[in-house]
């Protein structure tokens, strides 16, 4: 469960002036975004977008006989960790055992480490987290014999006896990590296979680095990338060299852009053993403006799916000058908002005083971020933001968003607080 984290003036966003709560308690307080009741600029999350997304990728996942262990790096919050294993995602996934902590924390028993498991620090504390949750599976990727080689060193120098789960990554060529060919892949298999220190439970690759969001180039690259994966599975199983006591194989894929390319491999057939497909989508939680919207556009088209993710993250924003005509500038930047895809959108406004708020125009742009300031461009002669005015802005890639809060509010529709959750980055 998490924890009941302690909200007060040292945290962006938080009123200087207002007496400490907890994360439980802020309900209570009666603020409003819209009110001026907690300063800008101020990360939000909406309730029932959250609640939306969460119901969507169960269903999603649950109707294609897979299982779903969230990326926990994107969001790093106890509080969406507990919700997503709630909803019934199957365990979490992260991107190191110092973040797998977390997890664990947050009430997962199931855990895969999406990267190379290696230094003597890494591997003692992974041993003593399993040690102290005798229900705790941990698996961890290996793309290398030197990986195995100083696993092993490490195994023999503590004298424990301890060996680890792994997966085998299969890569792509001037990519990220990632057994290059079939035949190192192969050979690798084989190699942990008679590791004392480590167990062959599956197969695991990451297809989001081939995808341009242009369907037909990401439906081949993808899909050539699942049957390279799903070769090395079938030569491992005729070669025997799963895990002798594992009932099943584990076969892991699916960032967050293109996963219905995916699921040839997580469903795949006819080996020695049943095989259980574990997607790792991450950024399907609060969705966005940018970069995933467009991306799941196209999962909807592939699909013919009657509804959608919903963008849940935003960050509202103070005009703080208009200084010339078609410029203002806001009060919130690098420091606060996403920019390593796209630049932030402007997706709603309100008038200073107001409480309801409307959909920008469409001609409002966010032309560049300085570490405090974003420069919002806009027509002259349409409607103009004044100094005071507050404005939502949509973001791109929820990852870089949440790195840069300790807590976001969650709010409803029309801008009440109901809640709020922290991050551990």
Aim: proline residues 4%; glycine residues 8%.
């Amino acid at each position: 469960m998490a924890d009941d984290f302690r909200l007060e003036a040292s945290l962006k966003g938080y009123p200087l002036t207002a007496a400490p709560c907890l994360v439980s308690e802020i309900g209570a307080r009666g603020w409003n975004v819209l009110a001026g009741d907690l300063p800008l600029p101020l990360a939000v999350l909406r309730r029932g977008a959250l609640e939306h997304n969460l119901a969507w990728m169960q269903r999603y996942v649950g109707e294609r006989g897979v299982w779903l262990a969230p990326h926990g790096k994107t969001t790093m919050s106890p509080e969406l960790l507990a919700m997503q294993l709630a909803a019934g995602a199957w365990g979490l996934t992260f991107a190191n055992v110092w973040q797998a902590q977390l997890g664990v924390a947050a009430g997962a028993r199931h855990i895969l480490i999406a990267n190379q498991v290696l230094q003597a620090d890494d591997l003692a504390g992974l041993d003593a987290l399993l040690a102290a949750h005798v229900d705790l599976r941990v698996w961890f990727l290996v793309d290398s014999p030197r990986q195995i080689e100083l696993i092993e060193a490490w195994v023999a120098r503590h004298g424990k006896g301890r060996v680890f789960d792994v997966l085998l990554e299969l890569g792509v060529a001037g990519q990220r990590t990632g057994c290059r060919t079939h035949e190192q892949a192969l050979q690798l298999a084989r190699a942990i296979a008679a590791s004392p220190a480590v167990r062959l439970c599956g197969i695991e690759c990451y297809e989001g680095l081939v995808a341009t969001c242009d369907s037909a180039h990401d439906a081949a690259a993808v899909t050539d990338l699942v049957r390279r994966c799903a070769r090395l599975a079938h030569a491992c199983d005729e070669a025997a060299l799963w895990a002798e006591d594992e009932p099943r194989i584990l076969l892991s894929a699916g960032g967050s852009a293109v996963f219905d390319l995916v699921l040839p491999l997580l469903t795949l057939q006819g080996l020695s053993r049943p095989v259980q497909g574990v997607l790792r989508s991450g950024c399907y939680l609060t969705h966005d403006h940018g970069n995933y919207q467009r991306f799941v556009g196209l999962v909807t088209e592939r699909e013919g799916l009657a509804d959608t993710l919903q963008p849940a993250l935003t960050v509202w924003a103070l005009v703080q000058s208009v200084p010339e005509t078609g410029l203002a500038l806001l009060n919130a930047g690098r420091r606060d908002l996403s920019f390593d895809i796209d630049l932030p959108r402007p997706v709603r406004w309100a008038r200073a005083g107001e409480r309801l708020a409307q959909a920008a125009p469409a001609s409002w742009r966010v032309s560049a971020l300085n570490d405090q300031h974003a420069y919002l461009c806009f027509d002259g002669s349409g409607a103009a933001p004044a100094v005071g005015d507050r404005v939502e802005l949509g973001i791109s890639h929820p990852c870089t968003t949440f790195d840069k809060w300790r807590w976001m509010a969650v709010v409803e529709d029309d801008g009440a607080v109901s809640g709020a959750i922290h991050t551990c980055f």
